[in-house]
């Protein structure tokens, strides 16, 4: 539980249980010093009063009228004064001093010091019969209202200590925590692939050399990312060249031969029907270079898309959605496409044209749906391309498949992001690219 405290809470605590445990020490101390120390206060009156019972007792055997002196005596007593005269003929009690009577101090206060018994009587003694006592009641309201006065004192000291003491720690951890909360939002930052901005340098020489360290770790991992982006970037740009020379090596030697091959299974079929040979084999052959050729553009089709640069991305993805459409017509497809696109050229229009293709390609093969919906939208300088559809979903380690990751690493190059979700029985495949990605990456200096 200690863990979970924030850093204030356990830089506070210790101090205010030190300060209060101080304050309960000073209360203990005065408890069991006190009394003694108001006894000893009081010691000196009291052996001075058993001297004024001893003359008293003097004077009376020496004195003629000794009842007459007594009175006299006890007529000389001021009420207010720690000395009264206690009769043994039944005459009314000298009253002790009520310390409840004290307004400044608090009855507590009185409890908690413990007051030990103070009063003390001498015997009056006359004709050698005992006639009274002289009783000694000290009055300790001003001793009381001192060590009031220094429990306070103490009290206020402990709050001022905490006070100043909390104050301290609360701008101490204020100016070791806020580099602290800098650095823990830039690790975020970088986590995130956010190296741009740096981390302030602030507080003491140790965060300050974590802050330093973490802005040279973004340094560093920005100018990863920026030779990663551009290998995959060239890594992308050859696998395109690939696909366009053998797109031209398909189109160029493979086309001509599927037409010669099918301009002669033509003339042998005008040749075979006077005679009335090879007619069906001539047909069949000739269906195959048919279906041979619709195979060889649809190869065409999928390496390079030639006419993106010809009728623009928008047109493109219209005519990839119509032949879906006429390949797979027990799927409804809907489609929201931005007419923005059109303005769209080079390797972005190409990405966002591989990843319609491949979405659709694997919702026709593998997601058994019955519906799907491609949206591409540009909004805030960002491309979002969405694919949807009612099919059973990717599997439970929704790993990218073979042409997917192809496309990750497409959306990768052009500093983008491509995900899987599984949303409401539906399946998204969203990619989010910066619409004003550039046609070339530079290389890393």
Same mark, same amino acid.
């Given at each position: 539980?200690?863990?979970?405290?924030?850093?204030?809470?356990?830089?506070?605590?210790?101090?205010?249980?030190?300060?209060?445990?101080? *304050?309960?020490?000073?209360?203990? +101390?005065?408890?069991?010093?006190?009394?003694?120390?108001?006894?000893?206060?009081?010691?000196?009156?009291?052996?001075?009063?058993?001297?004024?019972?001893?003359?008293?007792?003097?004077?009376?055997?020496?004195?003629?009228?000794?009842?007459?002196?007594?009175?006299?005596?006890?007529?000389? +007593?001021?009420?207010?004064?720690?000395?009264?005269?206690?009769?043994?003929?039944?005459?009314?009690?000298?009253?002790?001093?009520? %310390?409840?009577?004290?307004?400044?101090?608090?009855?507590?206060? !009185?409890?908690? /010091?413990?007051?030990?018994?103070?009063?003390?009587?001498?015997?009056?003694?006359?004709?050698?019969?005992?006639?009274?006592?002289? !009783?000694?009641?000290?009055?300790?309201?001003?001793?009381?209202?001192?060590?009031? /006065?220094?429990?306070?004192? %103490?009290?206020?000291?402990?709050?001022?200590?905490? !006070?100043?003491?909390?104050?301290?720690?609360?701008?101490?951890?204020?100016? =070791?925590?806020?580099?602290?909360?800098?650095?823990?939002?830039? +690790?975020?930052?970088?986590?995130?692939?956010?190296?741009?901005?740096?981390?302030?340098?602030?507080?003491?020489?140790?965060?300050?050399?974590?802050?330093?360290?973490?802005?040279?770790?973004?340094?560093? *991992?920005?100018? *990863?990312?920026?030779?990663?982006?551009?290998?995959?970037?060239?890594?992308?740009?050859?696998?395109?060249?690939?696909?366009?020379? $053998?797109?031209?090596?398909?189109?160029?030697?493979?086309?001509?031969?599927?037409?010669?091959?099918?301009?002669?299974?033509?003339?042998?079929?005008?040749?075979?029907?006077?005679?009335?040979? +090879?007619?069906?084999?001539?047909?069949?052959?000739?269906?195959? !270079?048919? =279906?041979?050729?619709?195979?060889?553009?649809?190869?065409?089709?999928? $390496?390079?898309? %030639?006419?993106?640069?010809?009728?623009?991305?928008?047109?493109?993805?219209?005519?990839?959605?119509?032949?879906?459409?006429?390949?797979?017509?027990?799927?409804?497809?809907?489609?929201?496409?931005?007419?923005?696109?059109?303005?769209?050229?080079?390797?972005?229009?190409?990405?966002?044209?591989?990843?319609?293709?491949?979405?659709?390609?694997?919702? $026709?093969?593998?997601?058994?749906?019955?519906?799907?919906? &491609?949206?591409?939208?540009?909004?805030?300088?960002? %491309?979002?391309?969405?694919?949807?559809?009612?099919?059973?979903?990717?599997?439970?380690?929704?790993?990218?498949?073979?042409?997917?990751?192809?496309?990750?690493?497409?959306?990768? =190059?052009?500093?983008?992001?491509?995900? $899987?979700?599984?949303?409401?029985?539906?399946?998204? &495949?969203?990619?989010?690219?910066?619409?004003?990605?550039?046609?070339?990456?530079?290389?890393?200096?």
């Amino acid at each position: 539980m200690w863990r979970r405290l924030s850093f204030r809470t356990q830089l506070f605590l210790p101090l205010g249980a030190s300060l209060l445990a101080a *304050l309960i020490l000073g209360g203990i +101390l005065l408890q069991i010093f006190a009394p003694g120390q108001v006894a000893d206060e009081h010691e000196p009156a009291r052996r001075s009063i058993q001297t004024i019972a001893a003359a008293l007792n003097s004077t009376l055997r020496a004195s003629d009228n000794p009842q007459k002196t007594l009175d006299a005596f006890v007529q000389s +007593l001021d009420a207010s004064t720690d000395i009264q005269f206690r009769r043994m003929d039944g005459g009314p009690p000298p009253s002790p001093k009520d %310390l409840r009577n004290l307004k400044k101090v608090p009855q507590w206060f !009185v409890n908690l /010091i413990t007051i030990p018994e103070m009063e003390a009587a001498f015997p009056i003694v006359i004709d050698g019969r005992h006639v009274g006592d002289i !009783v000694f009641f000290p009055d300790i309201s001003a001793d009381l209202f001192e060590k009031w /006065i220094g429990f306070l004192a %103490l009290t206020s000291l402990v709050a001022v200590l905490m !006070v100043l003491t909390g104050t301290v720690a609360y701008v101490f951890a204020g100016s =070791a925590l806020r580099p602290l909360q800098h650095l823990g939002d830039g +690790l975020t930052r970088i986590r995130r692939g956010d190296y741009a901005r740096p981390i302030p340098v602030g507080g003491p020489p140790e965060i300050r050399q974590s802050c330093e360290e973490a802005n040279a770790l973004a340094a560093t *991992l920005a100018q *990863l990312s920026q030779d990663n982006r551009y290998l995959m970037h060239r890594l992308v740009s050859l696998q395109d060249d690939e696909r366009r020379d $053998l797109a031209r090596e398909l189109h160029d030697e493979l086309g001509p031969l599927l037409f010669s091959i099918r301009a002669g299974t033509i003339a042998l079929t005008d040749a075979s029907e006077p005679t009335g040979h +090879l007619g069906n084999s001539a047909q069949d052959l000739l269906q195959s !270079v048919e =279906a041979l050729q619709q195979t060889n553009r649809r190869i065409l089709d999928r $390496l390079r898309p %030639l006419y993106i640069e010809e009728l623009g991305l928008s047109s493109s993805v219209q005519t990839l959605l119509r032949n879906f459409r006429k390949q797979a017509p027990h799927i409804v497809l809907t489609d929201a496409i931005d007419r923005d696109l059109s303005a769209i050229g080079g390797p972005l229009a190409q990405t966002v044209y591989r990843v319609i293709q491949e979405a659709l390609t694997n919702v $026709l093969r593998h997601a058994n749906a019955g519906n799907a919906h &491609v949206q591409a939208t540009v909004a805030d300088k960002t %491309l979002v391309v969405e694919i949807s559809d009612d099919g059973g979903g990717f599997p439970a380690d929704n790993v990218f498949g073979r042409g997917l990751t192809g496309m990750h690493e497409r959306v990768r =190059a052009l500093s983008g992001s491509l995900s $899987l979700l599984r949303v409401d029985d539906r399946t998204y &495949v969203r990619c989010r690219l910066p619409a004003e990605t550039m046609r070339d990456v530079p290389s890393p200096g």
